[in-house]
């Protein structure tokens, strides 16, 4: 693991063994039994890809470690409304406080907002964090291979799909990508930051392609920032992506979008 990412991980024991001492898991288990049921996340996604688009996940996100603050006038509300008018297949919330400056109620109000299904951008290392999710009414989960066993692998997977959510499982390279594929996820997330040196390329996707069978689909993260990236993602037959940044430093984050997708898919038509 890098040294960020254990030290999310050290940091979000300690706050996971707060969260428990507030609330138990028999009553966070009784708040999901309260709520309705998970959005369709991949359904979502391949009924975009089906009609010929690209799947945007578009996220809401405050700040990062490797960016400082990205939006100083956060509404998550209002980015999620715009997103959704705008085409996004799904939203990506950040929740994590201390990194990211995220808010589980910032996933909750985005939620409501809009009909799309929602991520929880999280570092998910307990179930009990999985309950959480539905709880606050995520559709989908993230896991993080390079934070996690084989072993937590499988049963947060199994506790998400128990719930009736989508798992979006995250690899940064090949032998990441051989533990990913042990999973039932089709929803295979490459990760082009370099979690070392925070730097983005998207080439780290296109080398990784050619391992993946057929049945997954292939969701590129991080650092897509312009046509191109896409028009030569989407060549490689890539057709799901999760971007936050770019979108998330423009005033109309919806617009930018369009953008950076609604031209290519008027090029494809040509
Ligand atoms: O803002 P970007 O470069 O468009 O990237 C979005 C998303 O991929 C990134 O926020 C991300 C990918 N995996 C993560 C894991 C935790 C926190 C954040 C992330």
């Known amino acids: 693991m890098t040294d960020i990412l254990q030290e999310i991980i050290t940091r979000k024991h300690a706050e ?6 507030r609330l138990g898991l028999a009553e966070l288990q009784e708040s999901v039994a309260l709520s309705g049921p998970a959005r369709d996340f991949i359904g979502s996604i391949r009924s975009k890809i089906g009609a010929g688009q690209a799947a945007v996940i578009a996220e809401i996100k405050k700040a990062s470690p ?52 929602v991520l929880r951008k999280d570092f998910c290392i307990d179930p009990y964090q999985v309950w959480e999710a539905r709880a606050i009414g995520a559709d989908a989960i993230l896991l993080i291979v390079a934070a996690l066993s084989d072993e937590q692998l499988q049963t947060l997977e199994e506790s998400a799909h128990y719930l009736g959510m989508a798992v979006l499982v995250e690899v940064h390279n090949s032998a990441e990508l051989q533990r990913a594929l042990k999973l039932r996820t ?24 050619p391992q993946i069978p057929e049945d997954r689909i292939v969701v590129t993260e991080s650092g897509i920032r312009q ?30 979008l369009s953008k950076l997708f609604g031209l290519l898919d008027a090029h494809i038509v040509i």
């Open 186 to 209: 089709p929803l295979i997330g490459i990760n082009n930051r370099d979690l070392h040196r925070f730097v983005t390329d998207i080439e780290t996707t296109l080398q990784l392609l």
């Open 66 to 117: 490797s960016a400082g603050i990205i939006r100083e006038d956060f509404n998550p509300v209002s980015i999620a409304q715009d997103y959704a008018a705008h085409g996004a297949a799904c939203l990506s919330v950040l929740t994590d406080e201390h990194y990211f400056q995220g808010a589980d109620i910032y996933l909750t109000a985005a939620r409501e907002a809009c009909s799309v299904p």
């Open 16 to 21: 996971i063994i707060e969260r428990k001492a």
């Open 227 to 256: 046509v191109e990236d896409v028009l030569q993602l989407r060549a490689a037959d890539v057709n799901a992506f999760l971007v936050g940044e770019v979108f998330m430093r423009e005033a109309q984050p919806g617009a930018a």
